[in-house]
């Protein structure tokens, strides 16, 4: 009885004994198993996602060559491998929209925008598209949306960029008030970075506010007075609008500059305004200069435009269209009339206003006749269609 249950027990020993060694064999490749299984899927997803990084590294480089189409695929097969990587669908959106699916991309930045609407990003994507697509309404407010958005990077920088792009917008759709208004509220916004000012100072002129864009540049002169671009610049535009005084102190100061730096020398352009306003001021009887010195400006225009009259009769003497054209030209200084009454222009500022309006007037009537005249004829013709000059 005793040696049986000694045998009894001695099976259970190895019964136990087996059991356990199985279990512990079983657990072993279990874990085994685990980890290969592990092991594989790393490598699975790791070739996946080097698969997905080698199609969106293609795709970039076809967009950045100007491929969108095949861009487009790459980066498709890049979000098959993995769908959900943000940069990937932001990229695809880009080159959708190179490729001209307009829709498709705005779609595809609706989805992303959905998520992070206060993207400067997203909204300036939105904007571009919206105009693309013709909706002026959309595009404003993206526009708008991005210039207040978040900004990865150098945002005020990018927010100046968005709003000069919103501000050619509406230059281009000749929403002038618009757009100028955009451009007062970035030239109160506007740092010392004197190209921003250029820049500032050049759209508004496109919106017809000449006085605001010389003081533009003049803001270029202070923050940068070494540089001569906005000194040439503000020349230009004070000549073209008829403030001689102001133009040639502004390209004395350009050519300066251009010698002091060794920059070159001014544009043929600005050299001729610069010799032409020096002249100008010379001649032109200014209301603010002395009065005997006005008189004398007033006597040698009148003998310079009826000059002028007195050869384009030559040079039309067998013309009779042309002689008849004339005519009203000579009516200015037929006998009786102020332009003609030189000895009482003293002390008579009314008369000697009519004196300069009958030398513009001529200069006008003989341009139309004879054409293009030359000398100090060209100037006061010059003089007489500009917008700043004023007699008195």
């Known amino acids: 009885m005793i040696d049986n249950d000694y045998e009894i027990r001695a099976v259970r020993r190895r019964l136990i004994v087996r059991d356990s060694i199985v279990f512990l064999m079983l657990a072993v490749l279990c874990i085994a198993l685990f980890f290969v299984t592990l092991l594989l899927f790393r490598s699975f997803s790791s070739h996946r996602e080097d698969l997905a990084k080698r199609w969106y590294d293609r795709g970039a480089r076809d967009l950045s060559a100007h491929h969108p189409a095949q861009a487009v695929s790459d ?74 958005g978040t900004w990865e990077g150098d945002g005020t920088v990018r927010r100046r960029e968005v709003r000069l792009e919103l501000i050619r917008y509406l230059l281009e759709r000749q929403d002038y008030t618009k757009a100028h208004t955009e451009l007062l509220i970035a030239s109160g916004n506007a740092s010392e970075d004197v190209v921003y000012r250029l820049q500032l100072a050049q759209l508004m002129i496109e919106t017809g506010d000449d006085a605001s864009a010389i003081s533009q540049y003049e803001k270029a002169m202070h923050f940068q007075p070494a540089d001569w671009h906005a000194y040439e610049a503000a020349g230009q535009l004070a000549f073209k609008m008829g403030h001689y005084a102001s133009a040639h102190r502004y390209l004395e100061d ?31 009887p200014s209301a603010d200069i002395p009065a005997n010195q006005r008189l004398a400006r007033i006597v040698r225009a009148v003998h310079t435009a009826q000059s002028r009259l007195k050869a384009c009769h030559t040079q039309v003497a067998y013309n009779s269209a042309s002689l008849q054209a004339l005519q009203p030209a000579d009516a200015l200084w037929s006998k009786g009339h102020a332009g003609s009454a030189i000895n009482n222009l003293r002390g008579d500022l009314q008369q000697q206003n009519a004196a300069i309006k009958s030398v513009f007037q001529t200069e006008e009537i003989t341009h139309r006749v004879c054409g293009e005249p030359q000398g100090d004829d060209q100037l006061l013709l010059l003089t007489s269609r500009s917008p700043g000059v004023v007699l008195q």
């Open 254 to 284: 350009a050519a300066r500059r251009h010698a002091m730096t060794n920059d070159g020398t001014l544009s043929a352009i600005a050299d001729r305004m610069l010799s032409q306003s020096a002249r100008i001021l010379e001649i032109f």
């Open 75 to 148: 980066l498709q097969t890049a979000l098959a491998y993995a769908p959900e990587q943000r940069s990937y669908q932001l990229l695809l959106a880009e080159a959708l929209s190179d490729f001209g699916k307009t829709a498709e991309a705005y779609s595809y930045f609706m989805n992303l925008w959905e998520v992070e609407p206060g993207s400067g990003l997203l909204n300036l994507q939105l904007a571009r598209l919206s105009a693309k697509m013709g909706h002026a309404d959309d595009a404003v407010h993206s526009y708008h949306a991005s210039i207040f």
